[in-house]
C-alpha cells in the first residue's frame, strides 16, 4: 500500500498552556483562551506546538541532524542533512540558487482545551525582573509582584505529515520530464507567489479564484484575475466583466485577455468596485450580458458579414460581377443597422452564437459561475503594492505601450524585484 500522508489526533493532560501565555506591560500574564457556549477554554497556538515539537525532536536527534537558526532567522536548508529543515520547512538564500523556501510537509493544529477553565484555572504569583535593573551599587534586582493564569487541561492536538515530501524536494523533475534548473526555477516562482500573498495574509487552495487589485504609476485601477480556465472562457467571463464595470464608471474600461487570467483597467480619476462587477454577472444572466456586450464590438461586426454572406442576404456577386470587399462591408453595415430593430432576428443569433460558443466558450464559463454560486470555487479579492508574479504576464499582455522584447524583459525584471521587496524575502536579495 502506498501511504501518502499520516494523520493523527491524540489528547494529553499537560499544564504547558502557561508557556503559550500573553506577557504584555500588564501586572497579569494570561492564558490564552477561546470561547465557547459561553465558557472560557485554554488553547495553545499552532505555532507554539511547532515550538515544542522541534525542541523535542531536537533532544532525540544528534547536534548535527538539527541546525539552529542564525542571527537572520535562516537555516542551513540542507534536508538531507537537517531533520529540522526537512520536517519544518524553511527560508533561507543558498549559494548559485539565491532565496529558497520549502513548504513545511508537517502540519499542526492548535492544542484546544476540553475542560473550562472555571473548573480547573488558578493564579499565581511570581516577580518579573525588570530589564536592566541590576543596581551596581547595591547589588540588588528590581521586579514586580505579577498575577500568572496557570491550568492543568485536557488538550486536543492534531497532526499531519506529507510523506511524499519528506526527505526529498518536489518531484517536478519526474512528473513533468523538466530539469533541475527548471524544477528549481517553478518551485521558487511558486514559493514567492505563497511568500507574496502571506504577507497580504492570504492563502489560497484549489478552490480560490485570486482577484488581484493595483493601481498603477498613472493612477489607474488595474483588476488582474487570475482564472486558470482557458482563453475561451476567459474570453467570455472578462468582456462580460468590463462590460457591467464599464456601466459601473460611466467610461470605457481597458480589457487584457490570456489563457490564464484577464486584466481589467479603469481610467483615472474613476473608482470601480469590483465585488459589486462580479456579483451583477451570474450563471442565468451570463448570455444576456455577453449579448449586450459584444454587440458594439468589431468583432461582432466582422462576424455579422461573413454569416450575412452565408445567409446571401450580403451578395459577393451579383449578375456575374464580383463585389468588392469594402462594398460588402458597407452592404453588411447597413444591414445590420436595419435588422437591429427586429428581436431574434436570426442573422443576429447565428452571429451571437458563433461569437459565444465558436470563438468563446460560453457553456463553461456558465459551468465556472455555477461553481461559484454553490460555493465550490471562492473569489478572494485583495490589494496589492505590485501584481504578484503569477499575474505578470497578464499585466504585461495588458500595457500597449511595452512593444519591444527588451522593454518587456526590464519590465518584468523590475516587476519582479518589486515582489522581493515586497515579501519576506526582500532582506534576502
Known sequence: MDVKAISMVWLSRTGLTNLNAGEGGSNLVDLKKYRWAGREYPYVSGQAMRFYLKEAIRREVRPEEACVADEKGETCGRIAECVLCDLFGFMTTLPDIGAVVRVSPVKVSPAMGLIPLD??????????????????????????????????NLYKVGLAVDLRRVGREEELKEEYRVSDWAAKAILNFLRLEKEFLGKLGIEVNGRSLLVEEFEDEDGRQNFLFMFLFGRRVNDALSRAYAWVASREVGANVGLAVTDHGFMLTVPRKRKLDVRLVVSKVSSSNLRDVLSKAIRSTEMFRRRFRHVAAR??????????????????????????????????????????????????????????????????????????PVPSPLAHGVYLSGLSDVVLMEDRLKLLEYLYQRVVEESSCGENH
Not at 445590420?336 to 460558443?357: C, L, W
Open 311 to 384: 445567409s446571401f442576404m450580403v451578395l459577393r456577386n451579383y449578375k456575374g460581377h464580383e463585389i468588392g470587399a469594402r462594398r460588402q462591408m458597407r452592404n453588411a453595415e447597413v444591414l445590420m443597422k436595419a435588422v437591429s430593430e427586429f428581436d431574434g432576428f436570426p442573422i443576429v443569433k447565428e452571429t451571437e452564437r458563433e461569437i459565444m460558443e465558436d470563438v468563446m466558450d460560453v457553456k463553461n464559463a456558465i459551468e465556472v459561475l455555477k461553481s461559484i454560486e454553490r460555493g465550490e470555487l471562492e473569489i478572494i479579492h485583495v490589494k496589492t
Open 119 to 152: 473548573e480547573t484555572m488558578t493564579v499565581d504569583f511570581l516577580t518579573r525582573r525588570h530589564r536592566g535593573a541590576v543596581q551596581e551599587e547595591t547589588g540588588t534586582i528590581r521586579g514586580d509582584i505579577v498575577n500568572v493564569e496557570l491550568a492543568v
